[in-house]
């Protein structure tokens, strides 16, 4: 069984900035890659960033200049640094882990970007 558990979500002012991290535990080798993403109410799911296991990065439009992906391999734990948030950066952010076994995701950490 592998299992995500993300945290760094809260409440901050518009302009400021969160840390995301996310810590995989379980049985798995192969980390294929690792993502993202976040759903705002009434609204679907979106890739915000991901890495791939060669470290590539990518991310979704509306957050390229603002929010940096990385990790640490050797923990199994991804970050999600989110500079200059913005009311519409307020979501419920998940983690999504994808091995040789399968696709995982975490319980999720809400974001509150307020005015």
């Known amino acids: 069984q592998v299992q995500l558990v993300e945290s760094g979500g809260g409440l901050v002012q518009a302009g400021g900035s969160l840390r995301l991290s996310c810590v995989a535990s379980?049985?798995?080798?192969?980390?294929?890659?690792i993502s993202w993403h976040r759903q705002a109410p009434g609204k679907e799911r979106d890739l915000v960033a991901g890495?791939?296991?060669?470290?590539?990065?990518s991310y979704h439009d509306t957050v390229k200049g603002r929010f940096t992906i990385s990790r640490d391999s050797a923990k199994n734990a991804v970050f999600l640094l989110m500079n200059s948030l913005k009311l519409e950066d307020t979501a419920v952010y998940y983690c999504?882990?994808?091995?040789?076994?399968?696709?995982?995701w975490g319980q999720g950490t809400q974001v509150t970007v307020s005015s």
């Open positions: 379980g049985n798995f080798f192969i980390t294929h890659d």
């Open positions: 999504r882990l994808r091995t040789e076994s399968g696709t995982y």
């Open positions: 890495i791939s296991s060669r470290g590539l990065t």
